[in-house]
């Protein structure tokens, strides 16, 4: 029989579809597993914002990835229950994100407020002298920052509640 470890371990090989250096696990996407009976899985996710195009995508990855290590039954159920937040990203996450380009967004306790979205590190150089050209970026969860030590425009990934 297989292990709720050993499920985790099978789904951090799942790759986010928008940042593929970043797995859904460690992206915090992944919030539940349940082992069910010998062959039967119940994993729970919860996508960045309920527009994301790429839910019906993710649950077929991870109904895949469970597929190819045995599990015979296979339910992906998303939820906007508990909805997804910033802080849910694992510290090896957010070196992906750091790794795919983007500056991770800071820890919050709850509040997003102006300061702390133009708090960001350079992801080429790892200066913080930086400064946001505007909180709007190509996706909705990402904001364009400038530095001003590199002279590298980069992205960050926005920190959200």
């Known amino acids: 029989?297989?292990?709720e470890k050993e499920i985790w371990q099978a789904l951090e090989v799942v790759k986010d579809p928008e940042i593929p250096t970043l797995s859904i696990v460690d992206m915090g996407i992944?919030?539940?597993?349940?082992?069910?009976?010998?062959?039967?899985v119940f994993v729970e996710m919860t996508p960045t914002f309920t527009g994301c195009p790429a839910i019906k995508m993710m649950?077929?990855?991870v109904?895949?990835?469970?597929?190819?290590?045995?599990?015979?039954?296979?339910e992906v159920k998303t939820t906007f229950d508990t909805p997804w937040n910033s802080n849910k990203l694992t510290e090896r996450g957010l070196l992906?994100?750091?790794?795919h380009g983007l500056a991770p967004p800071p820890k919050h306790n709850g509040e997003i407020t102006n300061e702390l979205l133009e708090?960001?590190?350079?992801?080429h150089c790892g200066s913080s002298n930086t400064e946001m050209k505007t909180?709007?970026?190509?996706?909705?969860?990402?904001?364009?920052?400038?530095c001003n030590n590199c002279l590298q425009a980069f992205e960050q990934f926005k920190p959200v509640v």
Do not use: A, Q
């Open 63 to 74: 109904s895949d990835r469970l597929k190819e290590i045995g599990i015979v039954t296979i």
């Open 59 to 61: 649950e077929s990855m």
């Open 119 to 123: 708090i960001s590190v350079c992801p």
């Open 96 to 99: 992906c994100l750091k790794k």
């Open 30 to 40: 992944i919030t539940k597993v349940e082992i069910r009976g010998e062959s039967n």
């Open 1 to 3: 029989m297989i292990s």
């Open 135 to 146: 909180p709007f970026g190509p996706t909705l969860c990402r904001s364009m920052h400038y």
